[in-house]
């Protein structure tokens, strides 16, 4: 496993930073599209999205583009903890780099190139994240 840079580091802390932003705008703008009024509250809540009952009721709503968009975040947040403990550019399959060019395109890749390419064979049935 490589160890990056503290500039290389900073760089996916960026990219997670983001797509975050980007995650909840959109999650944002799904609800008031919604025109549910039960749902502008939980719009201005969106930000709390940490709080795991915020995320529950998000879920809740049952719109299949915010439960993914619900999902990336939770990656998000779990790349963010790799990213901490110095295991992002561990692949979780065989345990090779992922590769810098690779986690700065797609900061919550948990497999390298090949183990993806392998994953995805395996489970194509599976709805893919679109990041
Ligand atoms: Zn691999």
Redesign the pocket.
Known sequence: MTQFTRIQNAGLAYRLGELDQQLRTDIRAALLQSGDEKYLDLAGRVHDLGDEAVANELIETGDELIERHVQELRAIEAARRRLADGSIDR?V????DIGYERLLAYPVAV??V??QRRHEKTYAHEDTPRM
């Open positions: 692949c399959d065989c345990g090779d497999r390298c090949v183990c």
